[in-house]
């Protein structure tokens, strides 16, 4: 069996959140050690990736369509995030299981 450890740090913003802040670029930390990956609303993705990236982290997306390309109106899907060169999204979200039925 191959084990996997992961070292990752998230933060995602969300609909409660309001606006843009700045990321603190006096906190520091060691690439080699984490990886921090943050999650902005799809609205502010585009805004703030190379400025996250200009800082060592990645952006990514709170979530991802099962489907392919199609006419699914407000659905990203991989090869959306290909394109855009994201390599994380969040899946699995409690309130989509609570709220909307969604299993895993």
């Given at each position: 069996s191959t084990s996997v450890a992961f070292r990752r740090a998230d933060g995602t913003?969300?609909?409660s959140s309001p606006g843009i802040s700045p990321v603190p670029s006096e906190k520091a930390f060691d690439n080699s050690k984490v990886d921090v990956v943050i999650c902005p609303t799809a609205l502010?993705?585009?805004?703030?990736?190379?400025?996250?990236?200009?800082?060592?982290m990645q952006a990514c997306t709170q979530?991802?369509?099962?489907?392919g390309m199609g006419a699914f109106t407000?659905?990203?899907n991989v090869e959306h995030l290909k394109d855009m060169e994201i390599?994380?999204?969040l899946i699995g979200h409690s309130e989509c299981?609570?709220?909307?039925?969604?299993?895993d």
């Open positions: 913003w969300s609909i502010h993705l585009p805004v703030v990736k190379a400025d996250l990236e200009a800082m060592g979530n991802i369509s099962a489907t407000g659905e990203w390599a994380w999204t299981h609570v709220k909307y039925g969604e299993t």
